[in-house]
Antibody
């Protein structure tokens, strides 16, 4: 069974850097075709894809947020970390960790974490 | 930037058919995906590669593609199908990126 779980601060101040960790089980991020990424959702709004890192260390970022995002992986710990700099109240929302397996669902996000809520406020 | 456009809302009576559209210029060239999100829950993949259903998704859910529009159809809608639905695709015009649609609220009357 594949599971992903997000962890990190629930409250950050404007201009601070957010660091979120996705800890997963049931698969390896060294397996060809596998990626782990992040998607966020402001309250009452649509989903927004942020970033994804693949088994071969390829990193992809949302063009609108690329300058603020960094995604890294630690295969031995089964973790993926997302950092977002210069946080602003508009970054408030639920942040989801997702698994993409090209072999199973091609470009679809087949498994989602439960999400973690982040509030940006002074 | 690449955009996927969905109608904000669709209303349907129980037992009827709901059709949710998603429009985007690149859709003739790339696959589409659909997610169902119920209040307070994480999204769930209900359709992939335009018309394939993940295991565990009821067969009343189906997908189709025609030109720049893809459609998620729910036949014989049930009360439990009331949710937000999002399409997703990729933008391969420059670099490989993922894009979500604007979302559609399906209300079962």
């Amino acid at each position: 069974q594949i599971t992903l779980k997000e962890s990190g601060p629930t409250l950050v101040k404007p201009t601070q850097t957010l660091t979120l960790t996705c800890t997963f089980s049931g698969f390896s991020l060294s397996t060809s075709g596998v990626g782990v990424g992040w998607i966020r959702q402001p309250p009452g709004k649509a989903l927004e894809w942020l970033a994804l890192i693949y088994w071969d260390d390829d990193e992809r970022y949302s063009p609108s947020l690329k300058s603020r995002l960094t995604i890294t992986k630690d295969t031995s710990k089964n973790q993926v970390v997302l950092t977002m700099t210069n946080m602003d109240p508009v970054d408030t929302g639920t942040y989801y960790c997702v698994q993409n397996s090209a072999e199973v669902y091609y470009d679809g996000m087949g498994v989602w974490g439960q999400g973690t809520t982040v509030t940006v406020s002074s | 930037s690449y955009e996927l456009t969905q109608p904000p809302s669709v209303s349907v009576s129980p037992g009827q058919t709901a059709r949710i559209t998603c429009s985007g210029d690149a859709l003739p060239k790339v696959y589409s995906y659909w997610y169902q999100q119920k209040p307070g829950q994480a999204p769930v993949l209900v359709m992939y590669k335009d018309s394939e259903r993940p295991s565990g998704i009821p067969d009343r859910f189906s997908g189709s593609s025609s030109g720049t529009t893809v459609t998620l159809t729910i036949s014989g809608v049930q009360a439990e199908d009331e949710a937000d639905y999002y399409c997703q695709s990729t933008d391969s015009s420059i670099t490989y990126l993922y894009v979500f649609g604007t979302g559609t609220k399906v209300t079962v009357l």
